[in-house]
């Protein structure tokens, strides 16, 4: 047995080549191999063996081992069992506690099975091999031994990966969600005129319950911003929206679509679906345009509304579900009941309570404030930066009434921002003509003062209400109402405007 030596060499590398000749290979970097007998021509024979493909460093005691593992990186190592000092099992069962990764092979030169086992259950030796060895099974072993290695590492290195781009993929959800909450939030719903003031009112009382909702309101008022703002503003906001427009589908589609279906229950049923109902489970569902339904889907509503039950298509169970329900609609419902076409005890159970959104005629103090909200999104979305509205085209927008509601303002703003070139701000005669007012070939002088003239101003604003007032009302008594002036007033100032009956 030979003295152990000082200090360790670290240096003591003796083989490098470019890979192991290997057919299993990982990957075709050399990987470090210590080897520690205490006899040299041991050492000397093992290395030969070895031949090429990994960077051999070479001990003979387990002390001196130990500080080369330290200062190398080491993926294998074979340690003669019987070492001067430490044991081969106890150096062993060090280099699995500095690194359980690198793979331990223990030399035997005889039968120690008491020792065999306590380094196969504490040093988690790989393998052992007695002395002699037959040098293409310790090359073999030494392959298999170093494949496993690389997979080991390699698997480490995807599933650290893997968990850092979960990582990622959770913080960007959450971001997404922040902003998905946001955007439906009720601050990103526009409005401080007293009209939407008690539908905020409403909406923030609502929000923390559970009750269902019907939303009406004519087209483009909100409707379903103020049915997401519900879900958003609630407990369920980590839960699922799912929303579906009951007026996109024929009945027995929709059908299927909110309750599921069994295989083969209709034609072109190729298989079991889930429907929106179980797939919204503790989330909200909002019906849009409830108005649309027809009498079976109507019974269906009504069950769930009533027992928190559904029956897919074609079947005969029932399962219960947890889903608040929103409803929207621009008819008259009430009316609707009367007429029979929508079942009473499901409009009922449909308006406990009722969110009205008002028309944007009947809130024109809003208009301002949606304007720059719309314009603001135009100009981020378009890349433009316009600043604002001159007065002028402020006060056609503000006149204007608008039958597609908010919806049609934001469009005409879109179009406007989409079209304007490099202008500064939005004029009168950006506007689409029948919200201006004017006549094509009509031209507005900058500041939309026709010919710096300020009554001419005037009167070109005088037209453009008057002409907006007949519009919405239909004849001239009506409209000198809205514009609050008696009727012969009216038809005076049409005169001297030259306008036409
Ligand atoms: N108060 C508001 N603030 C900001 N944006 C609004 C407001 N009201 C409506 N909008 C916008 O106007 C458009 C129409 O709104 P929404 O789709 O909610 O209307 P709706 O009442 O459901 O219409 P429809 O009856 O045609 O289905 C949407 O782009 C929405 O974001
Ligand atoms: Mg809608």
Redesign the pocket.
């Known amino acids: 047995m030979a003295e152990s030596s000082s200090p360790p060499p670290v240096d003591a590398e003796v083989a490098v080549s470019e890979s192991w000749p290997g057919e299993n290979q990982v990957s075709s970097a050399a990987l470090g191999v210590l080897l520690v007998d205490d006899e040299p021509a041991v050492l000397e024979s093992l290395e030969m063996t070895l031949e090429e493909g990994c960077q051999v460093f070479t001990a003979t005691t387990g002390e001196e081992a130990l500080a080369v593992f330290d200062a190398q990186d080491i993926a294998l190592v074979i340690s003669d069992q019987r070492l001067p000092g430490m044991s081969g099992a106890d150096f062993l069962t060090e280099v699995y506690t500095r690194n359980p990764d690198c793979i331990r092979l223990m030399l035997t030169g005889y039968a120690d099975l008491s020792a065999i086992m306590r380094a196969v259950n504490e040093g988690h030796v790989y393998s052992y091999i007695s002395k002699p060895w037959d040098p293409d099974s310790l090359r073999i072993t030494v392959r298999h031994a170093l494949d496993s290695y690389r997979l080991n590492q390699e698997n480490k290195r995807l599933t650290h990966a893997l968990s850092e781009a979960n990582t990622k993929l959770e913080q960007e959800n959450l971001y997404l969600r922040r902003e998905v909450e946001g955007r439906y939030s009720f601050d ?4 401080s005129s007293p009209a939407m003031e008690r539908v905020f009112e409403i909406l923030e009382k609502v929000a923390q319950t559970d009750a269902t909702v019907l939303v009406t ?1 004519d ?7 103020i049915a997401r703002a519900v879900h958003y503003s609630g407990s369920r906001k980590p839960r699922p929206f799912v929303a579906q427009n009951c007026g996109a589908l024929p009945e027995t589609l929709l059908e299927s679509e909110l309750f599921g279906h069994k295989r083969g229950s209709f034609t072109g049923a190729h298989s079991d679906k889930k429907g929106l109902f179980e797939l919204a489970n503790q989330g909200t569902v909002f019906l ?1 345009e409830i108005g649309e339904t027809g009498p079976s889907m109507q019974v269906r509503l009504l069950r769930v509304l009533q027992e928190g039950e559904i029956r897919p298509l074609g079947t005969a169970e029932t399962h219960s579900v947890d889903v608040r329900i929103v409803a ?1 609609t ?1 008819r008259d419902l009430q009316k609707e009941v009367e007429e029979g076409r929508f079942r009473e005890d499901l409009f009922y159970r449909l308006r406990v309570v009722e969110i009205h ?1 008002p028309a944007l005629s009947e809130r024109r103090d809003d208009i301002p404030e ?1 304007a720059h ?1 719309f314009l603001d999104r135009a100009n981020e979305k378009m890349g433009r930066t316009i600043q604002g509205f001159t007065n002028g085209a402020m006060d056609r927008l503000v006149a204007h009434t608008w039958k597609g509601n ?2 049609e303002l ?1 469009n005409e703003i879109e179009r406007v921002v989409a079209l304007a070139g490099d202008a500064e701000r939005v004029a009168v005669d950006m506007l689409s003509e029948h919200v201006s007012g004017m006549q094509p070939g009509e031209n507005a002088a900058p500041g939309d003062v026709p010919g710096g003239n300020l009554s001419a101003a005037v009167d070109q604003l005088k037209r453009g209400m008057i002409r907006n007032a007949l519009e919405e009302t239909g004849n001239k008594s009506r409209a000198a109402e809205s514009l609050g002036m008696p009727r012969q007033s009216l038809q005076k100032m049409m005169k001297r405007l030259k306008m036409e009956e």
């Open positions: 990103a719903i526009i409005g309101g087209t483009g008022t909100g409707k379903e911003l849009d929207a621009n959104v949606l909200f908010v919806r934001e």
